[in-house]
């Protein structure tokens, strides 16, 4: 039987070096790019197509998919958040994209490795130490103190207000990676099953792998949604300030 | 709230629980281990900083909790 976690391996495709740095081309990148392009297009075909005030079928779900991304901002943010639609609106398609390229039979879920989504949560993260320093200067340190603390408990819930909020980044990344991860190694052991099993018996794990496969679609979905959510929240505790 | 946002956010929410407690006990015993490993002091900063990562994992649990009660009472009126 085929070791389930034989397709999270990475082997360079096209092998370019640069003064030390491994900058190879593998299957994980270019799946990446296809993610990045597909979600390109598929907004641009709609700006190409002329969107009328009475939409199209794709129009619509395009609006829909922005309204519900407006919706999430402007509830989290508050009345800053229409600034950040557009980062949150391609966040979210960037990393659906990328989910939904993994189900796609031989290519790769560029989300199932840390490396990717812990750099997308440091990223979010520094980004909203800068937005939060920016809006309020030194006065953002107060982050660390939860309002109405006595001032004796102050010292003891520093470093454990601290821990929490550097845990941001990594319950982002984990996430997402975990998720992802967990769902193809399953996918990966019952469609092993099916193929091992004698016959008639392995309808039964084939049936469950096209159910599951329909279940991983919604997780890419729900996944994105969660990973813009908290952003959207994230941004808006650096801004709102408790 | 319409029954469909509501879905979502308890979605939301169940995905969050688990890797909150998690993520923050995990990086409160990670930074204890590694002070330990570099400063050779035994095991203290390890404990110091798995029951201040405990501590911060249900501090966590409580704010996504408080968001589930928010959604909750909006969802009463």
Redesign the interface.
């Known amino acids: 039987m085929e070791n389930p976690l034989h397709h999270f391996e990475l082997h360079p495709i096209v092998p370019i070096h640069l003064g030390g740095l491994d900058l190879s081309l593998n299957k994980g990148i270019l799946v990446m790019w296809a993610a990045l392009a597909a979600a390109y297009f598929l907004f641009m075909m709609v700006v190409k197509s002329k969107p009328g005030l009475i939409p199209g079928k794709l129009q619509s779900i395009l609006e829909l998919y922005l309204g519900m991304i407006k919706d999430i901002a402007d509830d989290n943010i508050g009345e800053e958040g229409d600034k950040y639609v557009p980062f949150i609106a391609s966040l979210f398609l960037f990393i659906f994209f990328c989910n939904l390229a993994g189900l796609v039979p031989g290519s790769y879920t560029i989300t199932s490795q840390l490396v990717v989504t812990g750099t997308f949560a440091v990223s979010i993260f520094v980004m909203t130490l800068i937005i939060g320093v920016m809006k309020h200067g030194g006065h953002f340190i107060t982050i660390l103190v939860p309002p109405g603390v006595p001032k004796v408990m102050v010292p003891f819930l520093i470093?454990?207000?601290l821990?929490?909020q550097?845990?941001r980044p990594?319950?982002l990344a984990?996430?997402l990676f975990?998720?992802m991860t967990a769902g193809h190694i399953l996918l990966g052991v019952i469609f092993g099953m099916a193929m091992t099993a004698p016959m008639i018996v392995n309808v039964l794990p084939f049936g469950f792998t096209v159910l599951l496969y329909g279940m991983e679609v919604f997780v890419s979905a729900?996944?994105a949604?969660?990973f813009s959510?908290?952003t959207c929240v994230y941004i808006g505790d650096v801004i709102k300030l408790h | 709230m319409s029954k469909d946002d509501d879905f979502?956010g308890g979605?939301?929410i169940a995905?969050?629980m688990g890797?909150?407690l998690?993520?923050?006990i995990?990086?409160?015993s990670l930074?204890g281990f590694t002070l330990d490993h570099y400063l050779g002091t035994g095991p203290w900063f390890l404990i110091i900083g798995l029951i201040?990562?405990v501590?911060?994992?249900f501090?966590?649990l409580y704010r996504v909790a408080q968001e589930l009660s928010k959604t909750n009472d909006t969802d009463k009126e």
């Open positions: 470093p454990i207000e821990l929490s550097l845990s990594l319950t984990l996430r975990g998720n729900i996944q949604y969660i959510l908290l | 979502k979605i939301g995905f969050r890797t909150e998690v993520a923050a995990l990086l409160g930074i201040c990562g501590l911060a994992g501090l966590n």
